[in-house]
């Protein structure tokens, strides 16, 4: 028997943690713009209503449309990795990326100083 607290059933909290990270995640990465719908579904397949679920955070994406957006969108990669207890994982990722800006930097301070000479 159901707990007579209201409409929902129990344990749908972690749903709207999940609907609410993804929509804030590809609000960060796309905007709240009608384009940024258009291109969700056309990164998914998903229909112009679905994708409008997950931006109002009403629904989170099932999962071959999370696989989909986490092909496209880092926002939404760094959100599972974070939903998934995955803070180290998205530490190194971070950590490689500012390696890969940290040497290109370098090159390029090189190749100036190699140019005054």
Known sequence: MFPKRGNRFPGMEGDRVYATVISAALKRELGETHQAIKTVVRWTG?????????????????????????RRSDEV????????GRR?????????????????LLSLICSITDESK
């Open 46 to 70: 998903a229909s112009e209503r679905t994708a409008k679920n997950w931006f109002a955070a009403t629904r989170g994406p099932n999962g071959p449309h999370l696989l989909a957006l986490t």
């Open 77 to 84: 990669f760094q959100a599972l990795l974070l939903l998934a």
């Open 88 to 104: 180290n994982a998205l530490a190194t990722m971070k950590l490689i990326d500012a390696q890969d800006r940290l040497k290109e």
